[in-house]
Structures are given as C-alpha cells and as structure tokens.
C-alpha cells in the first residue's frame, strides 16, 4: 500500500512496482496451474482462479490497459461472489471483502472506457466505505480528477474570472464541485464530516501552492489596501480558496452542532446509552464558528463587497444567538435565573437583528436560517418565562420557611409552663422537669466600706480646748523644777 502511493508521485516506485506485480501475476500463474491437479478440491481451484484474475487485473490496470484490466476484475469478481453464495455465513465475509475492494477497479475501469457515470459510483462507494478501503477510493477519485482538470483552465468567482494554471488547483476546484454531491449522499454524520476533512486536507494543500506562487509574484507584495480590480488572479484564487475553507469549515462546524445537539440533555432523541452533551460543549464549537466569520470579511478582495459583508453579519448575529441561548442554557442548570433571564433577552435581540439581516440577503436562500431562527425564538420565548417563574420561586422558598420555622424550646418544663409544647424531653425515661442539680443563686454577704465620705466631712474646732492643755503643763513644769522633781 505505501508503495502504490508513492508510485503516484515517484516515477522510480511505479516501476518498481510494476515489476514486482509482474512477478506476482507470474507466481498466480503457476499456482492456478498446479490448483488443476486432481489432488485438489474445487474451492481451491476456484480460489485460485480468481487469485490469479485479481492480480493480472490489478497488473493491467497499473498499465492503464482499461479493457483488460476491467474483464480479469470481473472474472475475479465473480468467481468470489459465487464462493460467497455457497459457503457459511463466516468464511463468506473473507470473500465479500475482496468483492467489495475489486467493485472501485471496475468502476474507474468503466470510467476510462468511457461511462461517464462510473464517477458517481466511485463517489457513493468512498462515501459508504471505510479504513484502506476509503484510502484506495480517493486515490482512484484522484486520479479522475487529474483527469478532468485538464479541461478546466479558469473559474469564476463573484463575476471574475481567473485562470487557473495549476492542475492541483484545478483537481481542489472539481472536488469542491463534488462535495456538496457526496455529502448529500453520506447516510450519517460521520461520513459526511469525513468527506469534509478530506476537502479540507486538499484546501490546505492548495493554499500552500498559491502561497508559493505568491511569494514568486513580487507584486503581489505591494497590494495592500488596493481596489478588488486591482488584485492580481493568483491573489484572487488565494482568496478565493481561503473562502472555501473558512466556509466549509463553518458548515463541518455546524454538523458537529446538529450531532452533539441530538444527545443534549432535555433534547427529544436524548438517549442514556450515548455521552451526554453539555450546553459547553455547544457554546465552544459556535465560538470556532465565529472566530470563521470573523476572518471572512478581512479576505484580500472582498474588503467592498456589501454582499459578503450583510452574509457575514446576519450568520454572525445568529452564531451568536444560538451561543448566547446555549450560555444561558449552562447558567440554568445551576439555577442562576437572573444571568438566564438577561442572557434570554439578549438572544431576542440578536433574532430580531439576524431575521431583519436575512431577509435583505438576495443572492443566497436563506429559508433554511429563517426557520431555525424561527424556532429557537419560539423556544427562548418559552423558557424565558420559565426562568422568571423559578427565580420567584427560589426567593420565595426561603421565606416561606422562616415563618413556619419553629424554634425548639429546650429549657426545663417549670421555666416554661405558660407554653405547651410536646417534646420527647418530657415523656421519656428522664424528663427534663426542673434543672437538677439547681444553679447558684449570688447572696449578700459582709459589706466592706471605705471611708471616703471624710474627705466631705466638717468637724467642729478644737483650738480652745488645746490652749488650755498648753497652759495647764507650763504650771506643773514650773512646780517641778521648783521643788526639784526636774532631775534625777
């Protein structure tokens, strides 16, 4: 497998692995001869046979020998789809497998022949497949391509046209052509996606080649803030190619959207078995889709094109809503009705000015817009009034049960006879009565004083009374000195 796809671009791995198909077709040969022996049984000759088909088909069709190659396909094909019939349910699926790797061949084959509608059913079959089997599809889609772009030499884009020199610009050209084609076909989700990754693997591709072609082209250099008419044609594709991928971007996006919505919880296909979605989830993947929007209108080229410019600003607006409702959706779920109830008024803002938007839009239908904005502004005009009720409600609950709130009394039934109130204290083995032992009760004892009341008080004179002393002792002191009694 890894030589066959560098044979695609190296000329010395195409031979080499010609030569080595020549060997395996030789070695199929000599097994189918020997297969014939009458040693064998008829499922290994059969198994054989179209062994030794399947390899000089793939042989032929390695040498482009169209007619060839698709009659060894179909002998190989049938031979294994008749081994399939008549076998067990387990050993037909080995042979079914090849049937369906060999089924692409034949259709190319058919292709080169000249059935223009083999194209299709490669398309289907890359659609429906799956693994290596998806691998060797878009390389034969390739290949068809390469085809086809030599006849496409220009293309045309918001009334210019610009020639288109490079052929793996113009395979990328033709394979947008075919995407909307083979994304309508896609029976889910994850094929559709896959057809879009594939695009954008051959957008980016492209976009390094006009990258290169522009870094060649020195004018090229100089053109900023110059006039649309004034852009020179590999700038112009360069713009043009970035549009594809921001815009196919923009729709893989969305499918992301739609399929993580399905699993939302509150949604009508929501199912336990899946991962359940996250209002987050939603709000992350439409700002990726904003962030797209955004650079749309700054493209080289399209700075005046009012066109661009009014389908940017309506899709914005309802990316925005669509975000800002899923925002409100997360605030919900942790039952903050205020932010829910102002992020549900923004979201009607945001219809309003998308609906007034889109109805100017009269290159582009924009029926499918309408109605999803439809829709989700009949669902926020529900859910508004519901989160106004649950914020009243929330802020009532609280006060309704203080006032039913009754305290529990816990005192001794004799300091709260005047209230009846049943409680277990008092009807079982040790009802709380009267507090046991009683508290301490403060009693006066000895009072102490201090006698700060003579500082205010007036006491009566004395002075008469100590003169008379002093006289009184000047006579006895004479006396005794008189007689003697002074010494001893």
Not at 38 to 48: G, I, Q
Not at 223 to 228: G, P
Not at 265 to 288: A, C, H
Not at 293 to 310: K, R, S
Request: aromatic residues 8%; contains cysteine; glycine residues 4%.
């Amino acid at each position: 497998m890894q030589l066959k796809q560098e044979a695609n671009t190296e000329p010395r791995k195409r031979f080499h692995l010609t030569a080595r198909l020549c060997k395996a077709v030789k070695y199929a040969e000599e097994l189918e001869l020997l297969s014939r022996s009458a040693k064998c049984d008829a499922r290994s000759k059969l198994e054989a046979q179209a062994y030794h088909a399947w390899m000089r088909g793939t042989l032929l069709f390695e040498r482009e020998k169209w007619q060839e190659s698709i009659e060894a396909f179909t002998t190989a094909k049938t031979i294994y789809e008749k081994l399939a019939e008549a076998l067990n349910e387990e050993q037909r699926a080995i042979y079914l497998q090849r049937v369906e790797e060999i089924a692409p061949n034949i259709r190319y084959c058919a292709y080169n022949i000249g059935d223009e509608t083999a194209i299709n059913d490669l398309m289907q079959m890359r659609v429906k497949s799956g693994g290596e089997m998806s691998s060797n599809l878009d390389i034969l889609l390739a290949q068809t391509r390469e085809k086809q772009a030599a006849t496409l030499s220009e293309v045309t884009w918001r009334g210019r046209t610009v020639p288109v020199k490079s052929e793996q610009i113009r395979g990328f050209f033709l394979s947008v052509q075919e995407t909307d084609k083979e994304v309508t076909a896609a029976p889910d989700v994850e094929s559709k996606i896959s057809v879009y990754e594939s695009l954008l693997m051959g957008c980016k591709d492209a976009l390094q080649i006009l990258r290169d072609e522009l870094k060649a082209d020195g004018n090229a250099k100089q053109r900023t803030q110059r006039a649309e008419s004034q852009v020179s044609g590999v700038q112009y594709l360069y713009t043009y190619v970035t549009y594809i991928r921001l815009t196919k971007t923009i729709e893989r996006n969305m499918l992301l959207a739609e399929s993580l919505k399905e699993n939302l919880v509150g949604s009508q296909t929501f199912t336990e078995n899946r991962k359940v979605t996250k209002p987050q989830d939603l709000i992350r993947i439409y700002d990726i889709i904003l962030q797209s929007l955004g650079e749309l209108p700054l493209l080289p080229g399209l700075e005046n094109d009012e066109d661009i410019q009014l389908e940017v600003e309506a899709k914005t607006l309802k990316s925005k809503a669509f975000r800002c409702f899923y925002l409100a959706r997360s605030y919900a779920s942790i039952k903050k009705w205020r932010e829910t109830s102002a992020l549900y008024e923004q979201v009607l803002t945001y219809i309003s000015g998308a609906l007034e938007l889109f109805k100017k839009i009269r290159t582009k239908p924009t029926k499918t817009d309408l109605k999803e904005l439809q829709e989700l502004l009949n669902t926020v005009n529900g859910l508004k009034y519901s989160a106004h009720a649950s914020s009243i409600l929330d802020t009532e609950a609280p006060i309704a049960g203080i006032t039913n709130l009754e305290i529990s009394d816990n005192r001794p039934l004799i300091e709260r006879l005047e209230k009846y109130q049943e409680v277990e204290s008092v009807s079982s083995k040790k009802p709380n009565l009267v507090t046991f032992p009683p508290d301490f009760k403060p009693t006066p004892q000895k009072p102490v004083f201090f006698d700060i009341a003579l500082n205010h008080v007036d006491f009566p004179s004395l002075e008469e009374m100590q003169e008379q002393k002093k006289a009184g002792a000047s006579i006895g002191g004479f006396l005794r000195g008189w007689w003697g009694g002074g010494k001893k």
